[in-house]
């Protein structure tokens, strides 16, 4: 389960993976603004942070009303589709929106694989948080380097101002390659949501009918006998209660 949870992470911590991309962005950006500036587009990090810093306590009541998988389900819609959306944007504003979709994305599902392993993990809820986050960092690393293999193969330096020619097939990569990452995230975001489900004995027991409980070692369920209360001082036995 702990392996499920960092699957799901790894689309989750993508906002880190901004600093890599942006001489990318920012030089197809360029071509239909001059003004652009990395300094500007650096303003994209920050909104997604502001996505997800808006959605996480809601992402985690979420979780709870419609369960783990779903949430997941949902954030990983949202951070897919901002991404997809990014890859049709030409204009600083648009390319905000498109991340801000991905940063309530990011919020919405941040919680959910690490609530559903402590259900599954009750004692050792420390040590899943620590695995599970781990993904954080292994994401962004991982799709950073599919980013870069993709649009730059070659490895080209970028110029004094620290971005690519208009003219250069590097940028005129960027939109496909905000495709490209949108499929990432979808797939190891649906495979992580998909894994997600509830311990088998909590399924169990919610379906138990009120008053029952089962017998250890049984498939069988007995009544639950009420607690006797004292009748002038003295407790009456089980044989009394039979």
Same mark, same amino acid.
């Given at each position: 389960m702990e392996s499920v949870g960092i699957r799901f992470?790894?689309?989750? &911590?993508?906002?880190i993976l901004w600093g890599t991309i942006t001489p990318y962005v920012?030089?197809?950006l360029k071509v239909y603004d001059e003004t652009i500036t990395t300094h500007r587009?650096?303003?994209?990090?920050?909104?997604t942070f502001l996505g997800q810093a808006l959605t996480m306590y809601g992402g985690g009541l979420l979780e709870k009303r419609i369960g783990a998988r779903s949430t997941a389900l949902l954030g990983t819609f949202l951070i897919s &589709? &901002?991404?997809l959306l990014a890859a049709f944007c030409t204009n600083l504003s648009s390319v905000v929106v498109s991340q801000a979709l991905v940063g309530l994305g990011i919020g919405v599902a941040?919680?959910?694989p690490i609530l559903c392993c402590f259900r599954h993990f009750t004692s050792n809820k420390a040590l899943v948080t620590g695995i599970i986050t781990t993904g954080t960092g292994f994401g962004p690393f991982l799709f950073g380097l599919i980013a870069a293999a993709y649009v730059n193969p070659n490895n080209e330096p970028t110029n004094d101002a620290g971005l690519f020619p208009p003219e250069s097939v590097i940028v005129q990569r960027v939109p496909s390659m905000f495709?490209?990452?949108s499929v990432c995230y979808a797939t190891a975001g649906l495979l992580g949501s998909f894994l997600l489900s509830e311990p088998v004995d909590t399924i169990a027991t919610d379906a138990l009918p009120a008053g029952k409980t089962i017998l250890p070692n049984?498939?069988?369920s007995t009544p639950i006998l009420p607690i006797p209360k004292p009748l002038n001082g003295i407790v009456p036995s089980s044989e009394d209660l039979e």
């Open positions: 992470r790894g689309p989750v &911590g993508i906002k920012t030089s197809y587009t650096l303003h994209v990090y920050t909104v &589709g &901002g991404t941040y919680s959910s495709v490209l990452l049984s498939g069988e």
